[in-house]
Nanobody, 124 residues
Protein backbone atom coordinates (compact mmCIF):
# COMPACT_ATOMS: atom_id res chain seq x y z
CA UNK A 1 0.00 0.00 0.00
CA UNK A 2 1.28 3.45 -0.91
CA UNK A 3 -0.24 6.58 0.57
CA UNK A 4 0.21 10.08 -0.82
CA UNK A 5 -0.90 13.37 0.70
CA UNK A 6 -0.64 16.62 -1.25
CA UNK A 7 -0.39 20.11 0.22
CA UNK A 8 0.55 23.63 -0.80
CA UNK A 9 -2.30 24.57 -3.10
CA UNK A 10 -4.05 27.91 -2.88
CA UNK A 11 -5.34 30.97 -4.70
CA UNK A 12 -2.75 33.19 -6.36
CA UNK A 13 -2.52 35.79 -9.08
CA UNK A 14 -0.99 35.41 -12.52
CA UNK A 15 2.81 35.24 -12.60
CA UNK A 16 2.99 34.21 -8.94
CA UNK A 17 4.64 31.01 -7.76
CA UNK A 18 3.53 28.04 -5.64
CA UNK A 19 5.33 25.03 -4.22
CA UNK A 20 3.27 21.86 -3.99
CA UNK A 21 4.37 19.03 -1.71
CA UNK A 22 3.39 15.38 -1.66
CA UNK A 23 4.27 13.31 1.40
CA UNK A 24 4.45 9.63 0.48
CA UNK A 25 4.46 6.51 2.60
CA UNK A 26 5.43 3.35 0.76
CA UNK A 27 5.23 0.83 3.62
CA UNK A 28 7.98 -1.27 2.04
CA UNK A 29 6.71 -1.04 -1.55
CA UNK A 30 9.28 0.40 -3.91
CA UNK A 31 7.95 3.11 -6.16
CA UNK A 32 9.73 3.34 -9.48
CA UNK A 33 8.55 6.84 -10.27
CA UNK A 34 6.40 9.63 -8.89
CA UNK A 35 4.42 12.12 -10.89
CA UNK A 36 2.25 15.22 -10.78
CA UNK A 37 -1.04 15.44 -12.63
CA UNK A 38 -3.83 18.00 -12.77
CA UNK A 39 -7.47 18.03 -13.71
CA UNK A 40 -9.53 21.09 -14.51
CA UNK A 41 -13.34 20.95 -14.46
CA UNK A 42 -14.66 19.25 -17.57
CA UNK A 43 -11.21 18.20 -18.75
CA UNK A 44 -9.16 15.02 -18.76
CA UNK A 45 -6.53 14.46 -16.10
CA UNK A 46 -3.24 15.72 -17.53
CA UNK A 47 0.24 14.44 -16.70
CA UNK A 48 2.60 17.31 -15.91
CA UNK A 49 5.90 15.94 -14.66
CA UNK A 50 7.46 12.72 -13.47
CA UNK A 51 10.69 11.69 -11.75
CA UNK A 52 12.16 8.22 -11.24
CA UNK A 53 14.56 6.65 -8.75
CA UNK A 54 17.55 7.70 -10.83
CA UNK A 55 16.40 11.32 -10.80
CA UNK A 56 15.46 11.41 -14.47
CA UNK A 57 12.56 13.72 -15.25
CA UNK A 58 10.01 14.31 -17.97
CA UNK A 59 7.69 17.29 -18.43
CA UNK A 60 4.61 18.11 -20.42
CA UNK A 61 5.12 20.83 -23.00
CA UNK A 62 2.49 22.94 -21.26
CA UNK A 63 4.66 23.34 -18.15
CA UNK A 64 8.21 22.84 -19.42
CA UNK A 65 10.40 25.71 -18.29
CA UNK A 66 7.88 26.90 -15.67
CA UNK A 67 7.43 23.87 -13.41
CA UNK A 68 10.14 21.80 -11.72
CA UNK A 69 9.66 18.39 -10.13
CA UNK A 70 11.98 17.19 -7.37
CA UNK A 71 12.02 14.80 -4.46
CA UNK A 72 13.64 14.55 -1.06
CA UNK A 73 13.98 10.85 -0.27
CA UNK A 74 15.07 11.56 3.31
CA UNK A 75 11.78 13.37 3.88
CA UNK A 76 9.73 11.05 1.64
CA UNK A 77 8.41 14.14 -0.09
CA UNK A 78 7.80 15.00 -3.72
CA UNK A 79 7.68 18.63 -4.82
CA UNK A 80 6.36 20.63 -7.73
CA UNK A 81 7.69 24.15 -7.98
CA UNK A 82 5.37 26.21 -10.16
CA UNK A 83 6.47 29.58 -11.50
CA UNK A 84 4.86 32.15 -13.77
CA UNK A 85 1.43 30.73 -13.07
CA UNK A 86 -1.36 31.40 -15.56
CA UNK A 87 -5.15 31.26 -15.18
CA UNK A 88 -5.13 28.12 -17.36
CA UNK A 89 -3.08 26.39 -14.64
CA UNK A 90 -6.18 26.43 -12.44
CA UNK A 91 -6.98 22.82 -11.55
CA UNK A 92 -6.90 20.16 -8.89
CA UNK A 93 -3.34 18.86 -8.64
CA UNK A 94 -2.58 15.25 -7.79
CA UNK A 95 0.57 13.30 -7.07
CA UNK A 96 0.78 9.66 -8.06
CA UNK A 97 3.12 6.69 -7.68
CA UNK A 98 4.10 4.01 -10.18
CA UNK A 99 6.10 0.80 -9.74
CA UNK A 100 7.58 1.42 -13.18
CA UNK A 101 10.74 3.51 -13.38
CA UNK A 102 11.33 3.36 -17.13
CA UNK A 103 10.30 4.55 -19.58
CA UNK A 104 9.16 7.77 -17.99
CA UNK A 105 5.55 8.39 -18.81
CA UNK A 106 2.94 11.07 -18.23
CA UNK A 107 0.09 8.69 -19.01
CA UNK A 108 -2.24 7.80 -16.14
CA UNK A 109 -2.20 4.05 -16.74
CA UNK A 110 1.05 3.02 -15.03
CA UNK A 111 0.31 5.02 -11.88
CA UNK A 112 -1.16 2.74 -9.27
CA UNK A 113 -1.64 5.07 -6.34
CA UNK A 114 -3.06 8.59 -6.13
CA UNK A 115 -3.38 11.31 -3.56
CA UNK A 116 -6.60 13.20 -2.85
CA UNK A 117 -5.44 16.36 -4.59
CA UNK A 118 -4.82 20.00 -3.73
CA UNK A 119 -6.61 22.87 -5.47
CA UNK A 120 -4.68 25.58 -7.31
CA UNK A 121 -6.56 28.64 -8.50
CA UNK A 122 -4.85 31.35 -10.55
CA UNK A 123 -6.62 34.63 -11.19
CA UNK A 124 -5.72 37.16 -13.86
Amino acid sequence: QVQLVESGGGSVQSFWSLLLSCKYSTYGYETGSLGWFRQAPGKEREGLATINLAGSTKYADSVKGRFTISQDNAKSTLYLEMNSLKPEDTAMYYCAASFMSWPLTLSRGPYNYWGQGTQVTVSS
